[in-house]
């Protein structure tokens, strides 16, 4: 979560994505001045001067900082868009290594794997988005989708719902007619409804889970989120196949929902 200081967020950010404390301190001191000395560089960072070197030296390992071998030696930042074009390759090559490293990673499988159908809960809106973009990619027959919340209807949401092949059914509902109209603008070939899926809430209001989105594609595989009124992350439950309780019940429930409401 982003910080009321920029300068604190900018360290945060540059640690997450694996420079040390110093060394995220000094990039972003030399970002400040056009050029620096070790003891500017250590005033405006409150880095020990004798760390300054040691940052300073993986940074320009890095291809994130320019030395000037005069006496004292200066130093200044690259570009910003040079710069974080450097750490996109990285934190991408990062990525790349790990990938590699877990498919070659041998697996241990149990002997008697079970065949009953499982539900499996996950958190965060980049996780749950990713998974609904996954299921949306393998439907063949239909997929229907309420969404409860604006901000789920994302630039990437459109693209994979009209992306899908003609054969594929779309109906899309929305908890307000403002976000059905958005829909419509955003996927103008899919069926929209305003949702009546007010049995997905509870009584007490103070104690309420805003529904997040609600999909079932193929009839098979169901993933359904809420959102926390207070901090806005999003959890969601998921579940695939034909005989999956889950997936019977809420394709009933999204039914009567369905019926008797006007469609466009």
């Known amino acids: 979560m982003s910080t009321e200081d920029p300068q604190e967020d900018a360290v945060d950010v540059l640690q997450q994505l694996g420079l040390k404390e110093y060394e995220a301190k000094c990039f972003v001191g030399l ?53 974080t074009e450097t750490l996109r390759a990285q934190y991408q090559s990062r990525i790349d290594r790990l990938t590699n490293a877990l498919e070659r990673t041998e697996r241990i499988d149990s002997d ?61 509902g929305a908890a307000t007619e403002p976000l059905q109209q958005q829909v419509r603008e955003a996927v103008p070939d899919a069926t929209t409804f305003v949702s009546g899926l007010e049995w997905l809430r509870g009584e ?22 809420t959102i926390v009124p207070d901090t806005g992350e999003e959890h969601a439950i998921f579940g695939s196949g034909f005989q999956n309780g889950l997936i019977v019940i809420s394709r009933r429930l999204l039914s009567q929902g369905l019926l008797g409401r006007d469609s466009e």
């Open 31 to 83: 970002t400040r001045v056009s050029t620096g000395t070790a003891k500017q560089l250590s005033e405006i960072t409150d880095v020990p001067r004798t760390r300054v070197y040691d940052a300073v030296r993986m940074l320009e390992a890095q291809g994130l900082v320019e030395v000037q071998h005069s006496s004292p030696q200066r130093f200044r930042a690259v570009p910003l868009a040079e710069a």
């Open 112 to 172: 008697d794997e079970s065949s009953v159908q499982e539900v499996w809960a996950m958190t965060g809106t980049d996780a749950i988005a990713n998974r609904t973009h996954k299921l949306l990619g393998t439907a063949k027959d239909e997929i229907v989708l309420v969404l409860g919340d604006s901000s789920l209807l994302t630039d990437r949401l459109a693209k994979d719902l009209n992306a899908r092949a003609e054969d594929v059914d779309v109906l899309v």
């Open 204 to 225: 007490n209001a103070a104690e309420n889970l805003a529904i997040g989105r609600l999909l079932l594609v193929d009839r098979s595989s169901i993933l359904v989120s």
